[in-house]
Nanobody, 123 residues
Framework: QVHLVASGGGLVQAGGSLRLSCAAS????????MDWYRQAPGKERELVAG???????NYADSVKARFTLSRDNAKNTVYLQINSLKPEDTAVYYC?????????????????WGQGTQVTVSS
C-alpha cells in the first residue's frame, strides 16, 4: 500500500518560515516528480513548485526566491522550505507525486495526492 503524507503546516506570523514535508511510504522505487499546490479559501488550486527526479526545480513567479524545494531520496521525502511568509500564502498545501512502486511483483507508476497541510499566516 502506497501512502503520501504531507506535514509541517501551522500558524505563523508574517515574515516567518515553515518547512513542509511530503513523504511517500510503501514499496517505493522512486519519486519521479513531485509538485506542490496550494488552495486558498474561495480560490482554485494553483501549482507553486515542482522537483524532478534529477533535482531540477521550478517555481511559480509569485513564490520564487521565497520557496525552496529539496529532496531526500533515502527517506522518499520532498521538503518545501517557505521563507518570508505573507498573509497571501495562507492556504492548504498539497503535494502530488508521480511514484514508481512495487505491487506484488509488478512495477507500477501512478500519481498520488497527499492529504494537504494547512498554512496560516497572520499579519
Amino acid at each position: 500500500q502506497v501512502h503520501l503524507v504531507a506535514s509541517g503546516g501551522g500558524l505563523v506570523q508574517a515574515g516567518g518560515s515553515l518547512r513542509l514535508s511530503c513523504a511517500a511510504s510503501g514499496s517505493i522505487i522512486s519519486i519521479n516528480r513531485m509538485d506542490w499546490y496550494r488552495q486558498a479559501p474561495g480560490k482554485e488550486r494553483e501549482l507553486v513548485a515542482g522537483i524532478t527526479s534529477g533535482g531540477a526545480t521550478n517555481y511559480a513567479d509569485s513564490v520564487k526566491a521565497r520557496f525552496t524545494l529539496s529532496r531526500d531520496n533515502a527517506k522518499n521525502t520532498v521538503y518545501l522550505q517557505i521563507n518570508s511568509l505573507k498573509p497571501e500564502d495562507t492556504a492548504v498545501y498539497y503535494c502530488n507525486a508521480d511514484l514508481t512502486y512495487y505491487r506484488g511483483s509488478s512495477r507500477l507508476s501512478t500519481k498520488y495526492w497527499g492529504q494537504g497541510t494547512q498554512v496560516t499566516v497572520s499579519s
